[in-house]
């Protein structure tokens, strides 16, 4: 009987950018279809790093699997179409001059035309909430929308795991519950990369730390949150507030 | 097309000159431009059929001339030219209200006059009846080279952003007290802009690698409607009309 492989397989990753600065140390992690992993770590800890490894835009020693299915120069283009990622700053995310054309442009570079990809971009737009805008720019959109549109930009995709990268920084409060709102609506394996800790307890049951570009834990979240050595040992720590028993 | 993606040179309609393939519209236009430039200076009788013949594309596609004419300002600098020249130019005079103009400078300034306003007109109905992202899935479709349509849509979407980017520099410039109105103080304009170039630089590394992370291999997706031989046709009628008045014009 086949057995599902993981939806994220990431064995002893190590990297090192160009000018000789280490930023991964072997990283082990393993990700299951459905699940929702936050990652957390302070700034310069390897977080972005890990992230560009998952689809292939860096490559380190060690071996990264996705849905079973390696990321190596061959199937490049499969893979980018099984990770979604969803960077941080939407103005990088979001070049085309419509939201519809945006959100169209992955679906499309993965070979849908026609009937199949309107299908595609809208239900995206619908996942999202933003079906409405489909023909504005996305420069007169709010700053919690473009976030949202930059998600549906990915989940026309279709990916097997989406990679969000600090969804909710510059968010107002409520775009920020929006958005909350919309990635529990989802069901779909996820790999949250933030500082939000909060966030994180509230959409991911899991968590994995990283600190100078290794995993230091990993554990269900309100456990490693409520670690208050843990946290301030890797320069972490909860808002003004809060406190978890 | 709905609301919130206005352009000061594009005007939303649906009209049949709206609904035309841009790759037809960018011929049409260019072969136009090209009759005019053609067209021998002193057949004046010419450029007035081909304003015609503009004016009849307006009226087809709802265009105001006013709305045009207003548009048209932006070749005011070319226009003063086009008055200097009968008095700079040399030659045979002739008295115009009691003043000596170069005949040559007439003719030369005439010929700038009427052969830019036009087109400036023929670019700017182009420009109102196609929307930006149009005229670049029409420039793909006529086979311009994929680089030049991937710099062209990305400066059409980050010309906004980077403009966007220097106002709020500028707002924290003049926040701390600077004034560029004097002239000492142009050394910080400078710095920003400087500064802005590698902002916007290091904005085009990230952008990049979002690209590339859908799946992006140097091709725009093409997603603009193909032309049949109707809308050829029609589309270039105009032009066509111009060519034979090019003929005409041309004829000793």
Not at chain 1, 72 to 93: N, T, Y
Not at chain 2, 148 to 157: D, G, K, N, P, Y
Not at chain 2, 191 to 217: C, D, K, P, Q
Request: glycine residues 10%; contains cysteine.
């Amino acid at each position: 009987m086949a057995v599902t492989p993981p939806a994220l397989l990431v064995e002893r990753l190590a990297y090192a950018y160009p000018d000789g600065h280490q930023a991964l140390y072997g990283i082990n992690l393993r990700v299951e279809p459905g699940e929702r992993v936050a990652v957390l770590g302070p700034n310069g800890a390897g977080k972005t790093t890990l992230v560009l490894h998952l689809n292939g835009i860096l490559t380190g020693q060690g071996t990264v699997e996705v849905a079973g299915l390696p990321v190596a120069k061959p199937h490049l283009k499969e893979i980018r179409r099984r990770v979604g990622i969803v960077f941080q700053d939407p103005d990088d995310q979001l070049f085309m001059p419509t939201v519809r054309d945006d959100v169209a442009f992955g679906p499309a570079n993965f070979g849908l035309r026609g009937t199949d990809l309107d299908a595609r971009v809208t239900r995206a737009l619908d996942d999202v909430g933003m079906a409405e805008h489909a023909d504005r720019s996305p420069m007169h959109l709010s700053g919690g929308q473009r976030r949202r549109v930059a998600l549906a930009t990915v989940l026309a995709c279709d990916p097997e795991i989406l990679v969000l990268d600090e969804p909710s920084a510059n968010l107002e409060p409520r775009a920020r519950r929006e958005l909350a709102e919309v990635l529990l609506g989802l069901d779909r394996t996820t790999l949250m990369v933030t500082h939000d800790l909060p966030y994180a307890l509230q959409l991911c049951p899991r968590s994995v730390l990283i600190d100078d570009g290794v995993i230091v834990a990993d554990g269900p979240t309100r456990e490693l949150l409520a670690d208050e050595a843990l946290l301030a040992a890797h320069r972490l720590e909860l808002p003004f507030g809060f406190r978890l028993g | 097309m709905s609301g919130g993606h206005a352009h000061p040179l594009h005007r939303p309609g649906n009209t049949p000159v709206h609904r035309l393939a841009p790759q037809v519209k960018i011929v049409a236009a260019v072969l136009a431009v090209l009759c005019v430039v053609s067209t021998p200076r002193e057949r004046y009788w010419a450029f007035g059929v081909y304003l015609l013949l503009l004016a009849a594309v307006w009226s087809i596609a709802r265009i105001p001339p006013g709305w045009v004419a207003t548009r048209a300002l932006i070749e005011a600098p070319f226009v003063v030219l086009a008055f200097v020249m009968p008095f700079v130019a040399g030659g045979p005079t002739v008295d115009v209200l009691g003043m000596a103009l170069s005949e040559h400078g007439l003719l030369s300034g005439w010929n700038i006059l009427v052969k830019g306003t036009l087109g400036v007109l023929v670019s700017l109905t182009l420009a109102a009846t196609t929307a930006p992202r149009e005229l670049i899935v029409g420039l793909q479709r006529l086979h311009v080279p994929a680089m030049v349509i991937t710099i062209a849509t990305l400066m059409l979407r980050y010309l906004d952003v980077i403009a966007a980017e220097a106002r709020r520099m500028r707002l924290a410039r003049i926040s701390r007290g600077h004034n560029p109105r004097f002239l000492w103080q142009v050394g910080a304009t400078a710095r920003g802009i400087g500064t802005l170039f590698v902002r916007s630089y290091e904005r085009g590394e990230r952008v990049h690698l979002a690209m590339v992370s859908r799946g992006w291999s140097g091709k725009m997706p093409d997603s603009g409607r193909s032309a049949g031989a109707v809308a050829w046709l029609t589309g270039l009628a105009p032009t066509a009309t111009a060519a034979v008045v090019l003929g005409m014009a041309l004829w000793p």
